[in-house]
């Protein structure tokens, strides 16, 4: 993303201020904006970088050693997981609820309009 001058100082081209004026604060602009620029880098740049590689050393260490075989382990036990979740909602959740069917399919609404 390339900031102007222009972009910034929202002078229309017709009613410039003086040219001197102009000409100055153009200048003023992109050489502040070189110079904080670079000063920035220097400052910032080497920490950030440190930083941002620790977080993406750290990330990448987890998904390797944590993540992926958790998620390996899960799959592979994942059949016999099923097998019993299978069974206790056959055992205690089906039953419950066909109860609850025919109790509720005995229950006649009718609406009468007066």
Wanted: glycine residues 2%; aromatic residues 14%.
């Amino acid at each position: 993303f390339q900031l102007g001058f222009e972009d910034v100082i929202a002078e229309p081209e017709l009613t410039h201020s003086f040219d001197k004026v102009w000409i100055c604060s153009h200048a003023l602009f992109e050489l502040s904006k070189y110079v904080i620029y670079k000063v920035l880098t220097l400052v910032l740049a080497i920490p950030l970088a440190l930083v941002l590689g620790i977080v993406f050393a750290t990330l990448s260490c987890l998904h390797i050693w944590v993540v992926v075989p958790f998620v390996k382990t899960c799959l592979m036990v994942l059949p016999s997981v099923q097998t019993v979740w299978k069974s206790l909602t056959d055992v205690f959740v089906v039953p419950f609820f066909q109860s609850l069917g025919r109790c509720f399919a005995m229950v006649n609404i009718r609406l009468d309009q007066e």
